[in-house]
Each structure stands twice: as C-alpha cells, then as structure tokens.
C-alpha cells in the first residue's frame, strides 16, 4: 500500500468520524431544542429550588419527581448553558412540554414566580409566623427566633409588647425564597408606607402615640365584626380615657386569661393580675392584643364624636351592640344580654 493511499483511507476514517460525531452532535441539539418537561396530567407545576441548592440537587429534584424525560439532552443543554454555575433558589412555573432551553434560561436567570400572602386579624405572632411559614421558604423557627430577640425587635423599634403593631394585614407579593429577615425588613417597609402623613397627623391630633392608636385599634377589631359600628365604639374607649375612666374591655381580660373563647366574662376572669386587663389598670394596655385589621386602625383614626361612655352586645345575638351615656341605662341592656345567655345556656 503507498503512501498516498494510505493517507486516503485515514482522511476518509476522520471524515467518518466527523460525520458521525456530526450527526450525534445534531441530534442532541435537535433533541435540546424539543419538548423535555413533561408534567402527567397538568398543564403546568410549580418547582422549588432551595436555598443553597447546587446544580446536582436541582437534577436530583427534577428527575425524581419525572419533571425531565431525556436526561442526556438536558445535562448537555445545562453544560453548554453554563447553568452549573448559575444556580438561582426560587418558585419556578414549569410548563408542560417546555424545552430543555426554554427551561434552564428560566432556571439561570432566576425567573420565579412570586407567591401570594394574605394575612387579615391574627392573634397571636406564633399563627403570624405559621402562615407565613407555609407561603415562603422561610421556617416558622427563623421568624419566632426574631420576634423572640428583645434586642433585635428593639432595633427596629418596637418591643415585646408592641411587636405585633408592626404587622399591617393585607396582601402581598413575595419571592418564595424570602428569609425570615427580609420579611421583617419589608413588613417594616410596608409599615412606614402605611403611616404615611395623613395617618400620623390624625394619630398627632388625638394626642396618641402609633402604638396607642394600634393598641385600642386592636380592642376595636375584637368588640365587634360590623365595620359600620367600629368608629363609634372607638369613640366610647377614648371618652372613657379622656374622663380617666377604666376601658374594662372584655377582649383585654381574655387576653390577660390566654382565651379568647369563652362568650362570658366571669368576675373570677377580671381578678387576673395582668397589665392588659382594663378592669383592673386604668388606661390602655401596653401593646395591641391582636394584629389588628386596617378598617379597626381607621375607625380610630376616624373615631366618632359623641357622649356614649358604655356599650354592650344586644340580646338578638346580631352582633350589633347597644350604646348608653349612662350607667343605669348601661345595665339595663347589661340585664338584657345576660338574661339571654342564661336562656341559651351560655354560662362560660
């Protein structure tokens, strides 16, 4: 064999091997660029990448849960992509019959879909803390670990007692991968957007503080359920301290108990030893009993002018209250409620 052909047949193996190389090569991008995520019976499904996650746990995730079908196709996709390097945490849409493209430019980009939290009245931090825990990454631990910290609720100006006034029920858009300091950073946002200059001014003119204001704001939001009866009963509460009289709000002593079930307000209740309870300590107590909702805050703010110092539930069970300037004429509806519940039964 001379030289000639032999250098004929080793030129045709490498243009073989190029061909085939070629060939596999096309393949691959062709597949890269075909329908790779496959969702059984749904049109899309949502895709969480956790904090610290690396690009062998985001395969991990994705093919135990069958979201990708060609795994080849995809890692050499993510390769050529440089998506090992780009790994975002978050809340991802994936749609069925996306491309292996299509999805790592989402992936690497950080593209996620936010969530929606809605909180109205909630009583207490730790089902504030529950419900936010189950909307984003952060754990229900990290936001009781802060709100627990004097020294770091100090710093942002609040205190064990007035903590729950920085919450202001509403909803809001957040990022699934939101740590438990930047929810409190954005609620403290949201907070400073809320008491803006109207809102303040009207706190000004009443001569309250805004804890005050969210303190009576919170007994309001548990006296009563009717919106159209919230700014006059505020106005009882504030003729009462304006005139040093006791507030002896009912919710303030279920507060002091630690139940806010019972429907009866028992003489061995008011006896509890406790600065939130109204029917012993004069004035307000020293931070809100419950986050209160926004239309309780501005009932306050907008408190109705008027001379009723008293009020209680009517006897009709509607949940709208009877209003009194006096005492007799307080506890001749006190006698009617009363008579009520021992009809009903209602004896605690």
Not at 277 to 286: A, C, D, E, K, S
Request: charged share 25%.
């Amino acid at each position: 064999m001379g030289p000639h052909t032999l250098i004929k047949r080793i030129l045709y193996i490498i243009l073989v091997i190029f061909i085939i190389v070629g060939i596999k090569g096309i393949d691959i991008y062709r597949k890269a660029f075909k329908p790779n995520v496959f969702i059984k019976n749904k049109k899309e499904q949502y895709f969480y990448i956790r904090t610290g996650s690396e690009y062998d746990d985001v395969l991990d995730l994705l093919y135990s849960n069958n979201l990708v079908k060609n795994k080849t196709t995809f890692e050499w996709a993510s390769d050529r992509m440089n998506y090992k390097k780009n790994i975002h945490p978050g809340r991802y849409k994936l749609k069925n019959r996306m491309t292996n493209h299509r999805l790592i430019l989402m992936l690497r980009s950080g593209t996620q879909e936010p969530v929606s939290l809605t909180f109205n009245k909630i009583r207490t931090i730790e089902k504030l803390a529950r419900i936010v825990s189950y909307r984003i990454e952060a754990r229900y631990a990290d936001i009781m670990n802060l709100l627990n910290d004097n020294e770091y609720i100090k710093q942002i100006g609040f205190n064990e007692h007035t903590i729950k006034g920085l919450f202001i029920p509403n909803t809001y858009e957040f990022y699934w991968n939101t740590s438990a300091e930047t929810f409190i950073d954005r609620m403290l946002d949201e907070n400073k957007k809320f008491w803006d200059y109207k809102r303040t001014a009207k706190a000004k003119q009443m001569n309250f503080t805004i804890n005050e204001v969210m303190t009576l704001a919170s007994i309001v939001s548990e006296e009563t359920l009717k919106e159209e009866e919230k700014p006059r009963i505020a106005g009882v509460y504030i003729n009462r301290l304006k005139k040093g009289i006791k507030l002896q709000a009912d919710p303030t002593v279920k507060y002091a108990i630690g139940d806010f079930s019972i429907r009866r307000v028992l003489s061995k209740h008011l006896s509890k030893d406790s600065p939130y309870n109204t029917y012993r300590y004069y004035g307000l107590p020293p931070g809100p009993i419950v986050i209160s909702s926004i239309s309780s805050i501005d009932a306050v703010l907008n408190y109705e002018k008027h001379d009723y110092l008293y009020f209680c539930a009517r006897d009709d069970f509607s949940g709208y209250h009877y209003f009194a300037k006096s005492l007799a004429q307080h506890n001749k509806y006190a006698r009617l409620y009363q008579r009520a519940l021992n009809k009903r039964r209602i004896l605690n």
